[in-house]
Nanobody, 121 residues
Framework: QVQLVESGGGLVLAGGSLRLSCTAS????????MAWHRQAPGKERELVAS???????HFADSAKGRFNISRDNAKNTVYLQMNSLKPEDTAVYYC???????????????WGQGTQVTVSS
Protein backbone atom coordinates (compact mmCIF):
# COMPACT_ATOMS: atom_id res chain seq x y z
CA GLN A 1 0.00 0.00 0.00
CA VAL A 2 1.16 3.54 -0.74
CA GLN A 3 1.38 6.04 2.07
CA LEU A 4 1.93 9.78 1.80
CA VAL A 5 3.68 11.50 4.68
CA GLU A 6 3.56 15.28 4.88
CA SER A 7 5.74 17.61 6.89
CA GLY A 8 6.57 21.28 7.19
CA GLY A 9 3.35 22.81 8.44
CA GLY A 10 3.19 25.12 11.41
CA LEU A 11 2.53 28.62 12.67
CA VAL A 12 4.01 31.60 10.86
CA LEU A 13 3.53 35.33 10.86
CA ALA A 14 1.96 37.04 7.88
CA GLY A 15 4.61 37.70 5.25
CA GLY A 16 6.61 34.68 6.30
CA SER A 17 7.42 31.47 4.46
CA LEU A 18 6.91 27.76 4.91
CA ARG A 19 8.00 24.75 2.89
CA LEU A 20 5.80 21.69 2.84
CA SER A 21 7.10 18.27 1.85
CA CYS A 22 5.28 15.07 0.99
CA THR A 23 6.94 11.73 0.39
CA ALA A 24 5.28 8.64 -0.98
CA SER A 25 6.33 5.21 0.19
CA UNK A 26 5.38 1.81 -1.13
CA UNK A 27 5.86 -0.16 -4.30
CA UNK A 28 5.42 2.66 -6.79
CA UNK A 29 5.95 2.28 -10.51
CA UNK A 30 5.45 5.94 -11.38
CA UNK A 31 3.73 9.05 -10.11
CA UNK A 32 1.99 11.01 -12.80
CA UNK A 33 0.59 13.90 -10.84
CA MET A 34 1.59 15.45 -7.54
CA ALA A 35 -0.49 18.20 -6.02
CA TRP A 36 -1.33 20.19 -2.93
CA HIS A 37 -4.87 20.98 -1.87
CA ARG A 38 -6.07 22.88 1.15
CA GLN A 39 -9.20 23.11 3.22
CA ALA A 40 -9.98 26.02 5.50
CA PRO A 41 -12.61 25.75 8.26
CA GLY A 42 -16.08 25.88 6.81
CA LYS A 43 -14.84 25.80 3.23
CA GLU A 44 -14.49 23.16 0.55
CA ARG A 45 -11.17 21.58 -0.26
CA GLU A 46 -9.46 23.43 -3.11
CA LEU A 47 -6.49 22.80 -5.37
CA VAL A 48 -3.49 24.98 -4.58
CA ALA A 49 -0.90 23.72 -7.05
CA SER A 50 -0.06 20.68 -9.14
CA UNK A 51 2.86 19.33 -11.12
CA UNK A 52 2.86 16.50 -13.62
CA UNK A 53 5.70 14.13 -14.30
CA UNK A 54 7.03 16.26 -17.15
CA UNK A 55 7.30 19.27 -14.88
CA UNK A 56 4.35 21.32 -16.08
CA UNK A 57 2.80 23.18 -13.18
CA HIS A 58 -0.58 24.69 -12.41
CA PHE A 59 -1.41 27.17 -9.66
CA ALA A 60 -4.62 28.48 -8.21
CA ASP A 61 -4.99 32.21 -8.71
CA SER A 62 -4.54 32.71 -4.97
CA ALA A 63 -1.14 30.99 -5.13
CA LYS A 64 0.30 32.54 -8.28
CA GLY A 65 3.41 34.62 -7.66
CA ARG A 66 3.72 33.48 -4.04
CA PHE A 67 3.87 29.67 -4.06
CA ASN A 68 6.07 27.29 -6.00
CA ILE A 69 5.66 23.54 -6.45
CA SER A 70 8.48 21.17 -7.32
CA ARG A 71 9.09 17.45 -7.31
CA ASP A 72 11.94 15.00 -6.90
CA ASN A 73 10.99 11.91 -8.85
CA ALA A 74 13.88 9.89 -7.46
CA LYS A 75 12.58 10.48 -3.94
CA ASN A 76 8.85 10.34 -4.77
CA THR A 77 8.59 13.70 -3.08
CA VAL A 78 6.72 16.90 -3.81
CA TYR A 79 7.42 20.27 -2.24
CA LEU A 80 5.34 23.40 -1.83
CA GLN A 81 7.31 26.55 -1.13
CA MET A 82 4.96 29.18 0.24
CA ASN A 83 6.14 32.78 0.46
CA SER A 84 4.44 36.02 1.46
CA LEU A 85 1.92 34.06 3.46
CA LYS A 86 -1.39 35.68 4.37
CA PRO A 87 -3.89 34.88 7.12
CA GLU A 88 -6.26 33.62 4.44
CA ASP A 89 -3.74 30.90 3.60
CA THR A 90 -4.57 29.29 6.94
CA ALA A 91 -5.85 25.79 6.25
CA VAL A 92 -5.06 22.12 6.43
CA TYR A 93 -2.87 21.31 3.45
CA TYR A 94 -3.23 17.89 1.83
CA CYS A 95 -0.80 16.14 -0.46
CA UNK A 96 -2.35 14.28 -3.39
CA UNK A 97 -0.74 11.94 -5.88
CA UNK A 98 -2.00 9.94 -8.83
CA UNK A 99 0.27 6.98 -9.26
CA UNK A 100 0.78 3.60 -10.83
CA UNK A 101 1.59 0.88 -8.32
CA UNK A 102 2.06 -2.85 -8.56
CA UNK A 103 -1.06 -3.47 -6.48
CA UNK A 104 -3.47 -0.84 -7.80
CA UNK A 105 -2.41 -0.47 -11.42
CA UNK A 106 -2.43 2.92 -13.15
CA UNK A 107 -4.23 6.09 -12.19
CA UNK A 108 -4.85 5.43 -8.52
CA UNK A 109 -5.38 8.42 -6.23
CA UNK A 110 -3.62 8.71 -2.87
CA TRP A 111 -4.01 11.38 -0.19
CA GLY A 112 -1.92 12.43 2.77
CA GLN A 113 -3.33 12.95 6.23
CA GLY A 114 -2.96 16.73 6.08
CA THR A 115 -0.72 19.24 7.77
CA GLN A 116 -1.93 22.40 9.47
CA VAL A 117 -0.69 25.78 8.27
CA THR A 118 -1.63 28.76 10.40
CA VAL A 119 -0.75 32.31 9.40
CA SER A 120 -1.22 34.93 12.07
CA SER A 121 -1.61 38.62 11.35
Amino acid sequence: QVQLVESGGGLVLAGGSLRLSCTASGIIVSINLMAWHRQAPGKERELVASIIRGGVTHFADSAKGRFNISRDNAKNTVYLQMNSLKPEDTAVYYCHMIATTTSTGPGFSFWGQGTQVTVSS
